[in-house]
C-alpha cells in the first residue's frame, strides 16, 4: 500500500514537472514565431524604405487610393512594419504588436482580394522587387500569418491569465 501512495506521488510530481515543460515549451514556441514575424516585418520594411518610391507605385498599382493616400499609406505601412518588428523581437508591447500585426495581414488580403476579384495582373510589392504577382499564394501568406498570430495571442492570453507567462501581460497578471 506504502508503495503504491509513493508511486502516486512520484506521478504526480512528473505530470506536475511535465506541466511546467510543456508550458515552457509552448512559451519558447510562441516567442520564436513573435521573433520570426518581426524579422519577416522587419525585412520588409527595410526593403520599402531602400526605395519608397517603387512601394508607393506598387500601391498604386492596387487602384485602391489615390494622390496623397498613397503616399502616406505608403509612409504609414513602412513605419507601421518598422515599429512592429522592434517590437516584436525586442519582446515590448507583445500583445498589442501581435494584434495589429494581424491588422496588417487582414489589410494585405484585403487589398489583394480586391486586386484578384478586379483581375488585374499586378506584382504584390511585399518584398520590393523580390515580390511575385498578386494571386492564391500571395493572399494565402499572410491570412496564414494572421491566423497564426492570432492563435500565438490566444495562447499568450490563456497564458497570462493562469499565471504562467514569464512577462507581464497588457491583459492579465503574469510572473
Known sequence: MCRFIGLGIK???????????????????????????????????????SNPYFFAESIAAYGLLSGQQILIAATLIMSLCFVLAGSLIAGVWVDCSILMTVGLFVLFVVAQSFVLALGKNIESGCFGGASSSVGVKTIASPLLCACACCAVFWVRYKQSKEGKCQEKSEFGEGV
Not at 515543460?21 to 520564436?32: S, W, Y
Open 11 to 49: 506521478g504526480i510530481y512528473l505530470n506536475m514537472a511535465s506541466s511546467k515543460v510543456k508550458t515552457a515549451l509552448v512559451v519558447g514556441v510562441c516567442r520564436c514565431f513573435e521573433i520570426a514575424v518581426g524579422c519577416l516585418l522587419g525585412m520588409s520594411a527595410v526593403i520599402h524604405y
